[in-house]
């Protein structure tokens, strides 16, 4: 985003630097139930992002004082492997990695039943095992599944996905070429029963009108991988259920 280059980011068919159409997603893969000792669990690629998450609880909460008396908090840590990107990256939490677990998290409060469990921790893991743009979008969808895999109650799961702009053009589901050197960024989460926006970030610049139009694109991408996420849950059901013998 910040530096903006000589790139050429749509060639002359209209496709983009790994093949794409301008509204094209990356392959997304998703897997619930991948961890035996987690509650819940799932993995998710979206493109060359490749993600992990693991739930635990409804649990008791530590450290006790952040325990509320009226519901249950949302814990999430979004970490980056050292390996996930091409120079190693310093291990341990950075300004970037609190703010990513803290959007995260308000995001999920928008659907899980936290009223249920009083003065409980749910503890989402979400591990960045490597990166290409979008771990964001690719961390909260793991995290939605991975719930759901744990069996929490919620409203809904949520989907997520980047829409940016380079070349002048708005761009769906921003590889990290078109996300580092490109003219916008904006990742997005709904709730899709309700079709509330329940993230929504901007790095960069566009008029309201490409806003706009981002926006309607994010969306329908959201619906697309909502999905993805509920077929995942389905066939981890499939896989879990014991044959009934006569
Ligand atoms: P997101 O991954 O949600 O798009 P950013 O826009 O902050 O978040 O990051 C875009 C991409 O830049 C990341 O997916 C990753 O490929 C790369 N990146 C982010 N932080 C680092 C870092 N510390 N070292 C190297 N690359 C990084």
Do not use: W
Not at 184 to 190: E, G, H, K, L, Q
Not at 198 to 224: N, P, R, S, W
């Amino acid at each position: 985003m910040s530096m903006e280059s000589d790139i050429k980011f749509i060639d002359e068919n209209g496709l983009r630097i790994d093949g794409r159409r301008p509204d094209e997603l990356r392959h997304i893969k998703i897997e619930a139930g991948v961890l035996e000792n987690a509650d819940g669990s799932a993995y998710v690629e979206f493109g060359k992002n490749k993600v992990l998450a693991a739930v635990y609880g409804p649990r008791e909460c530590h450290p006790r004082h952040l325990q509320n008396p009226s519901k249950a908090i949302i814990q999430c840590k979004y970490n980056m492997m050292t390996f996930s990107v091409s120079d190693r990256k310093r291990p341990g939490p950075d300004r970037r990695s609190v703010e990513i677990s803290k959007i995260i998290s308000e995001a999920l409060e928008s659907v899980v039943q936290t009223e249920l469990f009083p003065r409980a921790s749910i503890d989402v893991y979400m591990e960045i095992l490597q990166a290409n743009a979008g771990t964001r979008c690719a961390g909260l969808v793991a995290a939605s599944v991975a719930l759901a895999d744990a069996g929490v109650p919620m409203k809904d799961i949520i989907p997520a996905i980047a829409v940016g702009k380079a070349d002048g053009k708005l761009l769906l589901d921003l590889n990290k070429e078109e996300d580092n050197y490109g003219q916008a960024d904006v990742p997005m989460a709904i709730i899709p029963k309700t079709g509330e926006v329940v993230l929504l970030q901007m790095d960069g610049h566009m008029t309201q009108e490409e806003f706009e139009t981002a926006l309607d694109m994010g969306i329908k991408a959201c619906y697309e991988i909502y999905e993805l996420q509920k077929d995942a849950l389905k066939r981890r059901y499939a896989v879990e259920t014991p044959e009934v013998e006569e």
